[in-house]
């Protein structure tokens, strides 16, 4: 593998593409350290102190994804999390609205255009998580309330500096929103003129840029044979996510020969590649955002003069360690990953596809049979694939309950964090290795 890495470095061209991508990611690392305008710098690192990132939730997932750059409110705070939402959103209205589903079936165009609808719907909720998170930040919520923001020591906005109130939160908004712009640029910069998905390529970098702090603070708080335990645990956990991730059910396809004027067409043999995660980590975040508004529900009302039912819904719905939490995690997830992969894979377009081609499935007619087949292959490949994706997600709370510590809410070392890495570390390895086989037919293994 090493000198498949060398080999690579000495191509020209593939060289070239992966220095381009390094520097793309180390100038949006540079833009994740870069405090925004108006926020003080000094006061928000001693409300990071202060807290030592004991946030909940979704804040925290999305802090992740981010690098820290989120409650450090600086320029690239929002990351790439408003592109993520946006593609999702897109995604899924593809299957409501005709228009753009006739767009997903013209092509290269049509997903050219599907492509500015999702830069404008990123910008747009840009907007609307900058202002949030800005609001967050005035009232002390985005650090739980934990930094008094009537203490000038502590204020992430302060006021007294000569310039209106609403001028500042402005220009920090459109500073924010435009970081956002600026990220999705690099992204598909790395896309077309680097290696590997720049979307993908960015969150990786952000995730696997807090591992280092995150692994030092559990071998400072729990003691060094913790460390190396949590260490071989997360090697463990990532084996299984690889095997997981490259499982597949292969159906197999033939296609009959035709008679195109004189030339013979067809007679080959393929197969459609069902992946036992076909969902990917998008039901994760959706099971995590909609466990994440119990919690905001609560933080409208005095902690100390809770009602009956919202003291039940802080105790099992708003507590990563309740096993009632756990267990509804667990089963959103499963539920997600069902609905989510119903939405992207139809088997009777698909099997219409291959009737239209002069493709079958051995052993099965083509139409209906093929889509019903088809279906009945998908629900019960979906079933390992959702409990994968619930016991990698929810192992992250066993971490925490047995480290002791809430802080690591949002354990980096599994569940998505893991999830996210591996599947972008497979598919770029893939891509590299696709290239050098291209040029001297030797990728990384031989």
């Known amino acids: 593998m090493l000198s498949a890495f060398s080999s690579a470095l000495r191509t020209p061209d593939l060289r070239k593409k992966l220095l381009f991508t390094v520097a793309i990611v180390a100038i949006y690392r540079l833009g994740a350290t870069l405090p925004s305008p108006g926020v003080s710098y000094a006061n928000v690192q001693a409300c990071l102190k202060l807290t030592e990132s004991d946030t909940n939730g979704v804040l925290n997932l999305l802090n992740l994804f981010s690098g820290g750059a989120l409650l450090q409110l600086s320029i690239f705070a929002l990351g790439i999390m408003p592109y993520i939402t946006a593609s999702i959103i897109l995604q899924l209205l593809t299957v409501v609205i005709p228009r753009l589903e006739q767009l997903r079936k013209e092509g290269q165009s049509g997903q050219a255009k599907i492509t500015q609808y999702t830069r404008y719907l990123t910008l747009g909720l840009a907007v609307l998580q ?27 906005i302060p006021e007294n ?20 712009g600026v990220v999705m640029w ?13 979307m993908s390529v960015l969150i990786f970098t952000s995730i696997a840029a807090r591992l280092p702090g995150e692994g030092w603070s559990i071998k400072e708080s729990s003691g060094t044979g913790k460390f190396f335990l949590v260490i071989g645990l997360v090697l463990v956990i990532i084996a299984l996510v690889v095997f997981i991730e490259q499982a597949q059910r292969r159906i197999p396809v033939q296609y009959a020969k035709r008679m195109i004027g004189r030339r013979m067409y067809g007679g080959t043999s393929t197969y459609i590649p069902l ?21 905001l529900y609560l933080q409208f009302f005095d902690q100390n003069n809770l009602a009956d039912y919202q003291v039940w819904i802080q105790r099992y719905l708003a507590d990563a360690t309740s096993p009632f939490y756990i267990g509804v ?25 291959m009737k239209k081609y002069g493709g079958f499935v051995p052993g099965i007619r083509p139409g209906k049979p093929t889509a019903d087949y088809l279906d009945f292959i998908l629900s019960r490949i979906t079933l390992p694939g959702a409990l994968y994706l619930g016991l990698i997600s929810v192992l992250p709370n066993f971490f925490f309950i047995w480290l002791n510590q809430q802080q690591y809410q949002n354990f980096p070392f599994g569940g998505t964090a893991v999830l996210i890495m591996v599947g972008v570390g497979l598919e770029t390895v893939k891509q590299i290795e696709s290239q050098l086989m291209q040029r001297n037919y030797e990728g990384f293994l031989r």
Request: glycine residues 8%; hydrophobic residues 50%; proline residues 5%.
């Open 130 to 156: 900058a202002s949030a998170f800005v609001a967050l930040a005035r009232t002390g919520q985005l650090f739980n309330n934990m930094c008094d923001q009537d203490d000038p020591a502590y204020q992430i």
């Open 161 to 180: 500096t000569g310039i209106p109130m609403w001028l500042t939160l402005t220009i920090l908004v459109m500073t924010m929103t435009a970081g956002t």
């Open 186 to 198: 690099l992204g598909e910069l790395i896309t077309d003129r680097g290696v590997g998905n720049g």
């Open 275 to 295: 992946k036992v995660n076909q969902a990917g980590v998008v039901p994760v975040i959706f099971a995590s955002s909609l466990l994440y508004l119990p919690q």
């Open 329 to 353: 995690y667990f089963l959103l997830i499963i539920f997600f990953t069902y609905f989510y992969v119903s939405i992207t894979f139809n088997p009777t377009e698909v099997a219409e596809n």
